[in-house]
């Protein structure tokens, strides 16, 4: 998919979110694993862009000029959620590790 191949040697992502009726945008760190993108959010289920993804799961990413639209999906199983997590190997980034999106393209 193009969209994939965009996020090749990027670790950012413009991630669109619905807020109170109004799309808000922001740059979220991400990992891919095949088509699934994962993105962490900095202060676990205390981030805002989280709050909002779950309260309304119609998403929009975009990076180099490309767009996907996909539907946000909690990661809710704790094995998923930890393996996520090692795989972005910023832990002294990030506040709170308890939370992550997938978005399947």
């Known amino acids: 998919m193009e969209f994939l191949e965009a996020l090749k040697s990027k670790v950012e992502v413009d991630l669109t979110v619905k807020r109170s009726g109004k799309w ?6 991400f990992v891919v694993d095949g088509a699934t993108i994962y993105l962490l959010p900095m202060y676990g289920t205390d981030t805002k862009w989280y709050k ?7 998403i929009e990413l975009s990076v180099k000029g490309k767009n996907a639209r996909a539907e946000a999906r909690p990661v809710l199983d704790a094995q998923k959620l930890a393996d996520v997590i090692d795989r972005f190997f910023l832990e002294t980034y990030y506040r709170k590790l308890d939370a992550a999106i997938a978005v399947t393209l």
């Not at 909002?52 to 119609?58: C, I, K, R, S, V």
Request: net charge neutral; no cysteine; aromatic share 16%.
């Open 24 to 29: 808000t945008t922001r740059p979220v760190w």
């Open 52 to 58: 909002y993804a779950t309260a309304n799961p119609e």
